[in-house]
T-cell receptor, first 115, second 114 residues
Framework: GAVVSQHPSWVICKSGTSVKIECRSL??????MFWYRQFPKQSLMLMAT?????????EQGVEKDKFLINHASLTLSTLTVTSAHPEDSSFYIC???????????FGSGTQLSVL | AQSVSQHNHHVILSEAASLELGCNYS??????LFWYVQYPGQHLQLLLK??????LVKGIKGFEAEFIKSKFSFNLRKPSVQWSDTAEYFC????????????FGGGTRVLVKP
């Protein structure tokens, strides 16, 4: 089956630094990728929809300048948490949808801890 | 490796039929459990979740799920499906032992014929 690779799986950083998370579709091309955030004991929250070659569509309440999304190719989307603060500590997960298929495939997630 | 398994990859049924989708996980200890649905052309939506308490959980749109700890299962059910239930369904687990890491099953595609 299709594979979505997400890196890093765990990152610890100092407050004020930026962190980049990569989401790659390994064996298919994905025109659309989704970025989610999960708070403890809550369900996923969709942050943004990333479309190849165009600007991401952010959900209401998600800061565009804080969470930079780049979908430069059909197999790679990146989420950069800029000037991270402890409240940004969370589990981030991406998913990708193949061009000609509606099925979603999930990355393994990234646990971000900001000190 | 520890995992979340959805045994049925594709399910086809007629309207008014009953639906049950299996979900098994291999994590020990305390778990939080979720079922998500993705309708064609849309993103994920939460159907229901279990954290503690009554193991029979009622969700939206007439769905329910039962947590059976001894079987490591959290099966999703709906007594009578409609054409609009055509979608992909994902089971997800947060094992307490793994911190906040959410792991999804592979998904089950459900096609309801009118």
């Amino acid at each position: 089956g299709a594979v979505v690779s997400q890196h890093p799986s765990w990152v610890i950083c100092k407050s004020g630094t930026s962190v980049k998370i990569e989401c790659r579709s390994l064996d298919f091309q994905a025109t659309t990728m989704f970025w989610y955030r999960q708070f403890p004991k809550q369900s996923l929250m969709l942050m943004a929809t990333s479309n190849e070659g165009s600007k991401a569509t952010y959900e209401q309440g998600v800061e565009k300048d804080k969470f930079l999304i780049n979908h430069a190719s059909l197999t790679l989307s990146t989420l950069t948490v800029t000037s991270a603060h402890p409240e940004d500590s969370s589990f981030y997960i991406c998913s990708a949808r193949p061009q000609d298929n509606e099925k979603l495939f999930f990355g393994s997630g990234t646990q971000l801890s900001v000190l | 490796a520890q995992s979340v398994s959805q045994h049925n990859h594709h399910v086809i049924l007629s309207e008014a039929a009953s639906l049950e989708l299996g979900c098994n996980y291999s994590y020990g200890g305390t778990v939080n459990l979720f079922w998500y649905v993705q309708y064609p052309g849309q993103h994920l939506q939460l159907l229901l979740k279990y954290f503690s308490g009554d193991p029979l959980v009622k969700g939206i749109k007439g769905f329910e799920a039962e947590f059976i700890k001894s079987k490591f299962s959290f099966n999703l059910r709906k007594p009578s499906v409609q054409w609009s239930d055509t979608a992909e369904y994902f089971c997800a687990v947060i094992p307490k032992a793994a911190g906040n890491k959410l792991t999804f099953g592979g998904g089950t595609r459900v096609l309801v014929k009118p």
